[in-house]
């Protein structure tokens, strides 16, 4: 027969089925993680690759009926001729319908760092002519392509730094739960401290300390280290003080009573019934640091071109100009931070009970 501290845990952490708004939020950042996890497979070309001839083209329609006016069930695109290099003004080449293809071959690719491949997940078939979903950039490069690659850096190192600074803040907060008032007046003081800093200036200040030009790899692990640095003190905080509150409840009393470990009741009482409010400050702290991310890249000291950020990639809507022609593909980065940030937002809010 299960005892009074089991039944307790137990009731904490029965299921509730997920809220409407935060099955939404997991189902976009669920095509989120599809993306990030399967870039390469996704983007039809390299990020680098150009088209020197068709600097910011405007999208590659799909259709289905051509001039005719007859029906294709297979879909297709008409190529685009630059007809105004001034103006940058295009014209679709009514006359080469390109028909459009699932698993074409392409840029070779390592496939989750396993073998090379070249298979992408669309593309056109038999023609050097480009499908470009959400057109080009100014250097003629394919801005769908580079979107993908941006998402699925930007979707590592934020979660990264998520992960290994609320790891940290929660060892210490544990330990300045339990500790001495010396030491917890200490390690809460270092914490207090961190958080009287501006984190985005932080940040900046200790990526400034590095050298700009570093491999994508070396730069997504250095920026994960910098959050994990940063934002370890407003989870400890949080952990500390959930320390505090649940060692006089009247399960962890019931624990101490019967001769249990410190460890056993912290790992088996306490931490699991802390586990929610630390759960949503890692939702808090996962927009913050994906924008962190982004700013340093808008900034210029993140990521350099030629990889591609969602940062860089938003530098480019400072041409007023450009961003009048085709204010939907220069902030497309944009749209996809709001899209992700909205689904975390979704996602905690909806599941809260």
């Known amino acids: 027969m299960p005892n009074a501290i089991d039944t307790d845990i137990a009731a904490s952490g029965s299921f509730e089925r997920p809220r409407p708004a935060a099955l939404i939020g997991i189902v976009v950042i669920s095509l989120f993680a599809i993306v990030a996890i399967f870039a390469d497979l996704i983007a039809p070309y390299d990020h680098a690759s150009q088209q020197r001839t068709q600097p910011s083209a405007p999208v590659s329609r799909i259709r ?192 101490h009573s019967i001769g249990l470990s410190p460890a056993r009741i912290l790992f088996r009482h306490i931490l699991p019934n802390a586990a929610g409010p630390i759960m949503t400050q890692a939702t808090l702290m996962l927009p913050a640091f994906l924008l962190a991310e982004v700013s340093l890249s808008f900034l210029g000291v993140g990521l350099q071109e030629p990889i591609p950020s969602l940062g860089n990639m938003l530098a480019a809507a400072g041409d007023i100009s450009q961003l009048s022609r085709q204010p939907f593909l220069l902030l497309s980065p944009a749209i996809a931070i709001f899209l992700f940030v909205m689904a975390v937002r979704l996602a905690a809010r909806g599941s809260e009970r």
């Open 64 to 255: 289905f009926i051509d001039d005719s006016g007859s029906f294709r069930p297979r879909p297709f695109f008409y190529p685009q001729r630059l007809a105004d290099p001034l103006f940058l003004v295009y014209e679709e080449d009514r006359t080469r319908p390109i028909p459009l293809s699932l698993f074409v071959r392409g840029d070779r690719y390592p496939f989750l760092g396993l073998f090379e491949t070249d298979l992408h997940l669309f593309g056109s078939v038999g023609t050097e002519v480009r499908f470009n979903l959400l057109g080009t950039d100014a250097l003629g490069r394919d801005r769908f392509s580079r979107l993908v690659q941006g998402i699925r850096f930007s979707l590592i190192v934020a979660p990264l730094g998520v992960l290994l600074a609320g790891l940290l803040g929660v060892v210490i907060g544990t330990i300045s739960g339990y500790a001495a008032r010396w030491l917890d007046a200490g390690l809460m003081g270092v914490a207090d401290a961190m958080l009287s800093l501006p984190t985005l200036v932080l940040i900046l200040a200790a990526r400034a300390a590095f050298p700009l030009e570093l491999p994508p790899l070396s730069a997504g692990m250095l920026l994960v280290m910098i959050f994990a640095v940063v934002g370890w003190a407003e989870m400890a905080r949080l952990t500390r003080g959930l320390v505090r509150t649940l060692q006089t409840r009247e399960y962890v009393l019931a624990a």
